[in-house]
């Protein structure tokens, strides 16, 4: 029986200690707060390309407007607003319509605002040269 009683303490105890269950636990933790930080980016990034992508569309409908307004009737330079309702959102397009150095050609700067954006951030700029030649 002596030889029983020397055999207890030659074996260590299998298992975890509670120390090294909490550090597995935070080392998990961690992935998991980045990973999350990582798809909020992305899901950020995706909101703001989609709004960059709509309101370059509302700069090409309000440029085409005016180039339909430029056959039926003489520009005129200086600012024009126009308020469009587009991909679920409200748009505001600024047209800013100078003359050139070219007759009957003018340079026609789009810029377009969410219009319910306190910061009025612009999210598309677009310039071009539109004519009232028929």
Request: positive net charge; glycine residues 6%.
């Amino acid at each position: 029986m002596s030889g029983l009683n020397s055999q207890v303490g030659r074996f260590p105890e299998q298992g975890f200690t509670l120390l090294e269950v909490l550090v597995a636990i935070l080392i998990v933790a961690l992935g998991v707060v980045s990973v999350v930080q990582v798809a909020a980016q992305h899901v950020n990034n995706t909101v703001e390309l989609e709004k960059r992508m709509v309101a370059s569309w509302v700069a090409s409908n309000h440029i085409a407007e005016i180039r339909y307004d430029a056959r039926t009737e003489r520009l005129k330079t200086g600012g024009k607003t126009e308020r469009y309702k587009l991909g679920g959102q409200r748009w505001r397009s600024r047209a800013r319509i100078e003359e050139t150095e070219v007759e009957q050609v003018y340079l026609v700067t789009v810029q377009v605002t969410d219009d319910n954006d306190q910061k009025k951030r612009q999210y598309a700029s677009v310039t071009t040269a539109v004519t009232d030649r028929l």
